[in-house]
């Protein structure tokens, strides 16, 4: 019988990495399942932030490694005809306080000249007011990052921000801000606009009211701080 040294230099195999032993991956495996169940649309990275937000050590290639073995994929929908709503159905309970909570979402329309501009709405669910109304052609998830940073920077942090689950409020410069500045973020259900009602409601007033005018400016501007 053949001693390991020996068996190891006829292989050609290194001993270190015959003595490896791969560590136990139970807990993580759980935490990343329960994870990828609470947003069942995030991909591999999209989780791996989360999981480092929570203070788990691993990197890119163990999270993909862990959520190609546990069969984690997302799958592709057939037919986008019919929404699936998926999230909480729980009732988000706010506090009658200023800055208990934010909701936010987009309103797009176009210039007379048929370029499209969108508008990045904050409202205050408990003061009824707009803090903030950014107007751009194009508005990216570091951009929301941002506004949100120099938002919170001059009004103070609210307690739960409310969105939908938009490419731009689950991109990963959203997940990563939120966790560093620890900010509590609620995705509604798709297809659900109703449970962010308050925003729905006030962009349907700014819809109402654009057709007197002309340019984003003074589209956003009577509407914030009211």
Request: proline share 4%; glycine share 8%.
């Amino acid at each position: 019988m053949l001693d390991k040294r020996r068996a190891c230099c006829l292989i050609g195999a290194d001993r270190s990495s015959v003595r490896h032993r791969r560590p136990d991956d139970r807990d993580l495996r759980e935490v990343l399942r329960g994870a990828a169940g609470t947003h069942r649309r995030f991909g591999c990275r999209r989780l791996h932030v989360i999981l480092r937000r929570d203070g788990h050590v691993l990197n890119r290639k163990r999270t993909r490694r862990l959520y190609r073995e546990e069969g984690l994929s997302v799958r592709r929908r057939r037919s986008r005809s019919r929404k699936r709503a998926i999230g909480t159905r729980a009732p988000l309970v706010t506090e009658a306080m200023a800055n208990a909570r934010w909701s936010i979402d987009f309103v797009q329309d176009q210039f007379a000249n048929g370029r499209r501009f969108r508008i990045l709405n904050v409202i205050g669910d408990v003061t009824k007011e707009s803090p903030s109304a950014v107007a751009d052609t194009s508005i990216s998830g570091q951009r929301v990052a941002r506004e949100l940073t120099a938002l919170i920077a001059r009004r103070g942090k609210p307690g739960v921000i409310v969105s939908d689950s938009g490419t731009e409020f689950t991109s990963n410069a959203i997940l990563e801000r939120a966790g560093k500045m620890q900010m509590r973020w609620h995705y509604i259900a798709p297809g659900k606009p109703m449970q962010n009602g308050n925003c729905e409601a006030f962009n349907g007033r700014m819809r109402r009211w654009r057709s007197c005018t002309t340019t984003c400016c003074p589209y956003t501007a009577p509407w914030t701080c009211q």
